[in-house]
């Protein structure tokens, strides 16, 4: 990497966000940040996720060495104007996974990159279709591990990919990292994308 270029922080303890950039040739440093995911009153989805992916990217620049370049991100389902977030346990996961069979739901992922000067937001929208889930199908899933963590409990990179009849959008966005619109804040924040390329250009 080149040495010259800013510091990125990836304010995110998920590793599919952090796969998602080396995927893009982008190398970074991994900072987690707890932060209140309640939701405000009268508080609407996008309004959620870009307040999520910004509060993470703020908490993130408060120890960040000068110079460094933060990246916030959340991701939420979205199932008939609900929030479905990470399941609480079997209970939720199963009934999430039974609101999404045989319908379409939105996946928002909002990108928030700051430094010490100025700010940027891009918010990604995506529309995923499922087939009908039976319920035997529902639990085995759960059973995979996979459901835990994830908001709307799966994953569309592993298991619950068979679940899919169609996406319109964002495929890395559903998996917590929209692509191309990271791509372009990279761009606006001075870090180049296939930086292993950079000596070949």
Same mark, same amino acid.
């Given at each position: 990497?080149?040495?010259?270029?800013?510091?990125?922080?990836?304010? =995110?303890?998920?590793?599919?966000?952090?796969?998602?950039?080396?995927?893009?040739?982008?190398?970074?440093?991994?900072?987690?940040?707890?932060?209140?995911?309640?939701?405000?009153?009268?508080?609407?989805?996008?309004?959620?996720?870009?307040?999520?992916?910004?509060?993470?990217?703020?908490?993130?620049?408060?120890?960040?060495?000068?110079?460094?370049?933060?990246?916030?991100?959340?991701?939420?389902?979205?199932?008939?104007?609900?929030?479905?977030?990470?399941?609480?346990?079997?209970?939720?996961?199963?009934?999430?996974?039974?609101?999404?069979?045989?319908? =379409?739901?939105?996946?928002?992922?909002?990108?928030?990159?700051?430094?010490?000067?100025?700010?940027?937001?891009?918010?990604?929208?995506?529309?995923?279709?499922?087939?009908?889930?039976?319920?035997?199908?529902?639990?085995?899933?759960?059973?995979?591990?996979?459901?835990?963590?994830?908001?709307?409990?799966?994953?569309?990179?592993?298991?619950?990919?068979?679940?899919?009849?169609?996406?319109?959008?964002?495929?890395?966005?559903?998996?917590?990292?929209?692509?191309?619109?990271?791509?372009?804040?990279?761009?606006?924040?001075?870090?180049?994308?296939?930086?292993?390329?950079?000596?070949?250009?």
């Amino acid at each position: 990497m080149d040495k010259s270029l800013p510091i990125l922080l990836l304010a =995110s303890a998920s590793p599919r966000r952090q796969q998602l950039l080396q995927q893009i040739g982008v190398s970074c440093e991994v900072a987690p940040q707890d932060i209140d995911e309640t939701p405000l009153p009268d508080e609407d989805p996008q309004q959620y996720v870009l307040r999520l992916a910004r509060e993470k990217a703020h908490a993130a620049h408060t120890s960040a060495p000068g110079g460094s370049v933060i990246l916030g991100s959340d991701t939420v389902v979205v199932c008939r104007g609900e929030i479905l977030g990470q399941p609480r346990d079997e209970a939720d996961a199963l009934s999430m996974l039974q609101r999404l069979s045989a319908t =379409s739901h939105e996946v928002l992922t909002a990108v928030h990159m700051m430094d010490s000067r100025r700010e940027m937001s891009k918010l990604c929208r995506t529309e995923v279709a499922f087939r009908e889930i039976t319920p035997a199908e529902a639990k085995a899933y759960w059973k995979t591990g996979e459901p835990r963590g994830k908001a709307g409990g799966y994953g569309i990179q592993g298991y619950a990919a068979v679940f899919v009849e169609a996406i319109t959008g964002s495929y890395s966005g559903v998996m917590g990292l929209p692509l191309f619109e990271t791509a372009a804040l990279l761009q606006e924040f001075g870090i180049p994308c296939w930086q292993m390329l950079d000596s070949e250009l």
